[in-house]
């Protein structure tokens, strides 16, 4: 192979814009002082130059004016949307970008989520719970819950149904992490206030039959009419 010449490296290093301040070569591993475009001495083998590599203060230089302009992009992204950004030196996409969002709930987010659409945890599930609320949630029965209850609602009923239970949750399925006892409108209607259609459960199982409300309706029917034929 040839033996490459001081003269051919010389030439190849200067055409690119750059100062070659060693006046002699001895193999691809020898460090050469250079002087790149902006001025900056630095040295570098023949072997990493072919490789591509160039003066490291001109890579950072030019890296961290890169992200100042990314930066200035994530600000003015978060800006139109009055989110308010904390965060002041940016770093990379997956960073986390500390924010005041348009409600006033702190919280952070990467550069890459945020262009992914992420946005305010808070505030995803504050319009998720509204989403869910009246007649847009699964369970609405056209408002039967906010309604007045019957007449005969009253303490010595409620009594008489815990009593008739033996004082305990009549549900066979009840995790038994609750003590407190509630009397349960088994159809979920306030003004049927019937023996056939009052139950005890613990809180922890009256509140669990909230969701899949035809499945316990029918569950606490069937508990009712094995026990007392009703």
Same mark, same amino acid.
């Given at each position: 192979? *040839?033996?490459?010449?001081?003269?051919?490296?010389?030439? /190849?290093?200067?055409? =690119?814009?750059? *100062?070659?301040?060693?006046?002699?070569? &001895?193999?691809?591993?020898? =460090?050469? *002082?250079? &002087?790149? %475009?902006?001025?900056?001495?630095?040295?570098?083998?023949?072997?990493?130059?072919?490789?591509?590599?160039?003066?490291?203060?001109?890579?950072?230089?030019?890296?961290?004016?890169?992200?100042? =302009?990314?930066? /200035?992009?994530?600000?003015?992204?978060? *800006?139109?949307?009055?989110?308010?950004?904390?965060?002041?030196?940016?770093?990379? @996409? /997956?960073?986390?970008?500390?924010? %005041?969002?348009?409600?006033?709930?702190?919280?952070?987010?990467?550069?890459?989520?945020?262009?992914?659409?992420?946005?305010?945890?808070? @505030?995803?599930?504050?319009d998720l719970s509204k989403r869910k609320r009246g007649k847009e949630h699964w369970n609405w029965k056209g408002g039967i819950s906010k309604e007045p209850y019957c007449q005969e609602w009253t303490k010595d009923l409620k009594e008489f149904v815990m009593e008739r239970d033996g004082y305990k949750c009549m549900n066979p399925n009840c995790l038994g992490k609750d003590k407190m006892?509630?009397?349960?409108? &088994?159809?979920?209607?306030?003004?049927?206030?019937?023996?056939?259609?009052?139950? %005890?459960? @613990?809180?922890?199982?009256?509140?669990?039959?909230?969701? /899949?409300?035809?499945?316990?309706?029918?569950?606490?029917?069937?508990? &009712?009419?094995?026990?007392?034929?009703?």
């Amino acid at each position: 192979m *040839k033996k490459l010449t001081y003269e051919f490296i010389k030439e /190849d290093i200067e055409s =690119k814009g750059y *100062k070659v301040l060693t006046n002699h070569y &001895i193999n691809s591993k020898k =460090k050469l *002082k250079c &002087i790149c %475009t902006r001025n900056h001495e630095w040295s570098v083998s023949w072997s990493d130059w072919k490789a591509g590599k160039r003066c490291p203060k001109c890579f950072h230089m030019d890296r961290a004016n890169r992200l100042r =302009k990314d930066f /200035d992009i994530i600000k003015g992204s978060f *800006k139109k949307e009055k989110y308010i950004l904390h965060t002041v030196n940016y770093i990379n @996409c /997956d960073q986390k970008l500390e924010y %005041t969002c348009n409600r006033g709930h702190k919280h952070s987010i990467s550069w890459h989520n945020w262009k992914s659409g992420y946005r305010c945890p808070y @505030c995803y599930h504050e319009d998720l719970s509204k989403r869910k609320r009246g007649k847009e949630h699964w369970n609405w029965k056209g408002g039967i819950s906010k309604e007045p209850y019957c007449q005969e609602w009253t303490k010595d009923l409620k009594e008489f149904v815990m009593e008739r239970d033996g004082y305990k949750c009549m549900n066979p399925n009840c995790l038994g992490k609750d003590k407190m006892l509630s009397v349960h409108h &088994i159809n979920y209607n306030k003004k049927s206030c019937g023996p056939e259609n009052l139950i %005890t459960v @613990c809180r922890s199982c009256n509140s669990r039959a909230n969701f /899949d409300r035809k499945w316990h309706e029918d569950w606490y029917k069937a508990i &009712i009419y094995r026990r007392y034929k009703y």
